[in-house]
């Protein structure tokens, strides 16, 4: 979360400064918001307000607020504010029912197998925006390939049952937080890219700025149940939490 504060904190600013460019090259603007500013600060340090200050003083607002608009600088930060604290607010509903995190208290749920059919593909859609949590519910494993844009994403492999044979994760995802629920007795490998984030794995924290990384849990080579994990992100972090 403090990682994606961050990354959301420096792209505004960006956008200010390219808002503050634009505005430099727009002279009625500069006249109209420099007009705007000498009557707001006249307004406000008045002592005895009348309803002419008043007056002035929502004009002078609404003044400023329309020359800001000009800006298509400043269109494009308000989309992106909207869309980063929808998917705040989404994780606040969602991710955050990690306070009963189902790695801290877990049912014991029986899966009966049968024997194997015979593989049909499939064709089927993602969303490329948002929070997404897989896993919730006892599902038949089937290896997993997706990319996002940006959001949240939460893997819960401890409602299936993995085959004794080598199990793949793979996504691609511009920004957000990964975490991804690994049964124990299973073994981990681990192959992740990134421009800015960390990495929790095997109670270790690794930051990577502009780095890949490959890890191997201690009982990988021993497990007859494997998983690959393979990641790319461009800013978030990536935690493979035992359960």
């Not at 956008?15 to 109209?32: H, K, V």
């Not at 992106?80 to 929808?86: D, E, N, P, R, T």
């Not at 044979?165 to 073994?187: A, C, H, W, Y």
Request: glycine fraction near 6%; aromatic fraction near 12%; charge should be positive.
């Amino acid at each position: 979360m403090r990682s994606s504060w961050r990354v959301f904190i420096v792209i505004e600013s960006l956008l200010l400064l390219w808002a503050l460019y634009q505005m430099l090259g727009n002279i009625p603007a500069i006249i109209f918001l420099t007009f705007a500013l000498i009557n707001l600060f006249y307004a406000v340090k008045k002592k005895r307000k009348t309803s002419f200050n008043q007056f002035q003083l929502i004009a002078s607002v609404i003044m400023m607020i329309l020359c800001l608009l000009s800006s298509p600088a400043i269109w494009l930060a308000l989309v992106l504010a909207i869309i980063y604290f929808g998917l705040v607010m989404g994780e606040v509903s969602e991710v955050r029912l990690f306070n009963f995190a189902p790695w801290k208290k877990k049912q014991i749920k029986m899966i009966q197998t049968t024997s194997r059919n015979v593989r049909s593909g499939k064709r089927f859609k993602r969303p490329w925006i948002g929070s997404q949590r897989l896993g919730s519910d006892t599902y038949e494993w089937d290896d997993i390939n997706f990319s996002v844009v940006i959001g949240d994403t939460i893997i819960d492999l401890g409602n299936t049952l993995l085959p004794k044979e080598d199990n793949v994760v793979m996504i691609r995802k511009g920004f957000g937080r990964t975490r991804i629920l690994v049964p124990t007795g299973i073994g981990v490998m681990l192959e992740h890219s990134s421009m800015r984030g960390a990495v929790h794995f095997d109670q270790e924290v690794y930051h990577l700025n502009n780095e890949s990384l490959k890890l191997y849990s201690e009982d990988y080579d021993e497990s007859t149940r494997r998983l690959k994990v393979i990641t790319n992100t461009l800013f978030g972090d990536l935690e493979v939490i035992r359960v």
